[in-house]
């Protein structure tokens, strides 16, 4: 531009930015749009993160149950002799016409006896007998009802629980194996008869009866 006097004018000075506060009744809203934002970003990562917590859980319990061994068991015969089972303790065939009792014994208990309990579906512990008093303790009170306990001499490893065709080698009483072992197996649904429990069977660890003596 020219002034008066026919020189260029001085460039007027820009306008300052003019800064908008935010005044007291904007930013309840500001904050409540921040809190919504917060809240749907939890909303939308709670789930995956769930997912991805499960996925290690089911992967973990897959990892301590890879060492169940299991076999299909079909000789459910009764018999009065003794039988040679292929594993130790045995994990199902045939077996006595009588069953042990439900418990905790703290005696060895016939196997031909206790492979009967297992065609029951009940869950057969067994745990070296030099195993502490306090172990023994802390393994009776996770027996389940439908559950016998003994110690065995000469197994492969301190504690070792069986079902019907499945069984698993523990490192001792505070093995957390044992609680995945029972949610997955104890249940019977391995058992032939699942369902008929322990109940009712002789209390005797070497399976003699009140009338019969003994079954041997």
């Known amino acids: 531009m020219i002034d008066a006097d026919g020189q260029p004018a001085p460039p007027r000075p820009e306008p300052a930015p003019v800064v ?3 005044g007291p009744r904007r930013l309840p809203l500001v904050l409540a749009s921040v809190a919504a934002a917060l809240v749907l970003a939890a909303a939308l990562v709670a789930p995956l993160v769930d997912r991805l917590v499960r996925g290690d859980e089911l992967e973990q319990r897959a990892l301590d149950l890879s060492l169940v061994e299991t076999w299909e068991i079909t000789d459910r015969a009764h018999t009065t002799g003794d039988v040679t089972y292929p594993q130790d303790p045995p994990a199902g065939g045939a077996h006595a016409p009588i069953w042990l009792a439900c418990g905790v014994y703290d005696e060895p208990v016939r196997e031909e006896n206790a492979v009967h309990d297992l065609e029951h579906g009940t869950v057969w512990i067994t745990h070296d007998p030099g195993l502490s008093a306090a172990d023994v303790e802390a ?18 490893s301190p504690v070792v629980v069986t079902v019907w065709g499945a069984q698993l080698r523990l490192d001792g009483a505070d093995d957390e194996r044992l609680g995945l072992f029972l949610e997955e197996y104890g249940d019977g649904h391995t058992a032939p008869e699942l369902g008929v429990s322990c109940q009712g069977g002789t209390p005797d660890p070497q399976g003699a009866t009140p009338d019969e003596g003994t079954n041997t």
């Open 139 to 156: 393994l009776a009170d996770r027996l389940p009802d439908n559950g016998i306990m003994s110690p065995r001499e000469g197994l492969p």
């Open 20 to 22: 908008q506060e935010l």
